[in-house]
């Protein structure tokens, strides 16, 4: 099944201007044919009355006393012939006959056109228009046939001529008419590439909806998608609205549940806010990503979240001294939440001011429509037997220690989440600053896929 309205278009334009053209060229030929053909018979009919008006009896014997001034009947083979066949006597013939005898009444002789085909005197075939004639009445009358003939050529040469170029016009009429389907198509279609257009500018969040333009045609598919669009928004709204409940529904539960534990033994009350530190962590990730799941698509500027990431966290650091770097193409950007992706490179952003010792390094490239960022430090990095490791939720490295004393164990892992709901790849490597990098590789124009289930 073909697929491409354009394609479509194309064939059946070809189509129907292969049948229009087919007509015109089987009536125009038919109507060509026809006229010349009729001017040949009208010519010969003329040539048999000329020759019929000068017959004349004497001694008892048919005669022609004057023969037709046209000088193509003098010359042998000219082109023109005519033949007086009578009772008791050889027929008299144009001198362009020579010694050719036409036998007007052979009855097996092909017909060409209406007339009858005979040879010629230079052996060419020679179509005759013939008639039966009657001179005088009564008694006396006297029957003889003129036979008018002319050379089959001349009539399938004008026919060829004109054969010919209606072939050049016929052809250059089917290249006017292609072009202008192939320009029709494209006039049609223009309006589907608006509105592809416009749906990229939705999909990015540039426009909210398809708005009210474009071709009558389309405009109950156009207020369609614009009705479904108002109602992904409600949903949006009320995704957002249940996860803020549940949000604040269980601090204040897992608050109490906390000051509960305080009152128990030492050994039980460690158990017990593991494991309300474990449901907290949980509910955490399940909003997280609820979130991810509704939010809506943004272009990004790495460059600019970036340098805002750094100013928020170079305070931080200031009192270590640690020295920040900012390697962006400020044209790079990303199809990606900004929200989303201020969180998935604030964990990474956190997690090296925590470990770096003197150097963090934030850079990003695009290369063969991939965009890579990489967060690298000079921290004590992490072995590669443990980097599958620390991605796991609430998991640390061999070389965790104070510094991640205050850590949940979760950044990488909703890190890793975030980049997979974009289609994204986290992957962890040594940094050439000596310790640890964190790399994303997302799409140069990134597409939203449905996040996995955290639990």
């Excluded at 004349?56 to 004057?66: A, F, G, K, T, Y």
């Excluded at 592809?196 to 939705?202: C, I, Q, T």
């Excluded at 969180?343 to 390094?361: F, T, V």
């Excluded at 164990?409 to 974009?422: K, M, P, Q, R, T």
Aim: net charge neutral.
């Amino acid at each position: 099944m073909i697929r491409s309205l354009r394609l479509r278009l194309a064939i059946g334009a070809s189509v129907a201007i292969g049948l229009v053209l087919l007509v015109v060229w089987y009536s125009l030929s038919s109507l060509f044919t026809g006229y010349v053909v009729g001017r040949y018979r009208a010519e010969m009919a003329t040539l048999v009355d000329t020759v019929a008006a000068q017959v004349r009896v004497r001694n008892d014997q048919l005669v022609l006393p004057r023969e037709p001034a046209d000088p193509r009947l003098s010359l042998p083979a000219g082109g023109r012939y005519w033949q007086l066949s009578r009772d008791g006597g050889a027929p008299i013939r144009s001198r362009s006959l020579w010694d050719t005898v036409i036998d007007i009444g052979q009855a097996s002789a092909p017909r060409h056109l209406g007339f009858l085909e005979v040879e010629g005197p230079d052996g060419a075939p020679v179509l005759v228009y013939q008639q039966s004639l009657t001179l005088g009445e009564g008694v006396g009358a006297r029957r003889f046939a003129v036979a008018a003939g002319f050379s089959r050529g001349e009539l399938d040469d004008a026919l060829s001529a004109f054969h010919g170029q209606i072939r050049l016009m016929l052809l250059a009429t089917a290249l006017v008419l292609a072009g202008a389907a192939l320009l029709q198509g494209a006039l049609g279609l223009a309006p589907l590439a608006r509105l592809r257009e416009r749906a990229a500018r939705v999909r990015s969040g540039e426009e909210r909806d398809f708005g009210s333009a474009g071709p009558s045609e389309v405009q109950p598919l156009v207020s369609e998608i614009n009705l479904l669009l108002a109602e992904r928004e409600t949903a949006l709204a009320q995704a957002r609205a249940r996860a803020s409940d549940l949000a604040h529904g269980l601090k204040t539960p897992l608050t109490v549940l906390a000051q509960l534990a305080e009152s128990l033994p030492q050994e039980q009350r460690a158990i017990a806010l593991e494991q309300v530190d474990l449901v907290r962590q949980r509910a955490d990730r399940q909003l997280q990503a609820a979130r991810m799941g509704v939010e809506r698509m943004a272009t990004t500027s790495i460059a600019s979240l970036g340098n805002k990431l750094v100013s928020v966290l170079r305070p931080v650091t200031a009192e270590r001294g640690v020295a920040w770097e900012i390697d962006v193409d400020p044209s790079i950007s990303l199809d990606v939440d900004p929200a989303d992706l201020a969180e998935c490179l604030g964990n990474l952003l956190d997690n090296a001011a925590r470990w770096a010792q003197a150097r963090i390094r934030l850079s990003a490239e695009e290369d063969h429509g991939r965009v890579r960022i990489a967060i690298g430090d000079d921290g004590p990095g992490v072995a590669e037997s443990d980097r599958e490791h620390v991605m796991r939720r609430g998991a640390h490295g061999s070389a965790a220690g104070p510094a991640s004393a205050s850590g949940s164990g979760l950044g990488l892992a909703i890190s890793a989440d975030i980049a997979e709901a974009y289609g994204a790849v986290l992957s962890l490597g040594q940094s050439p600053l000596g310790g640890l990098e964190a790399a994303l590789a997302f799409d140069a124009r990134g597409r939203r896929h449905r996040p996995r289930d955290p639990a």
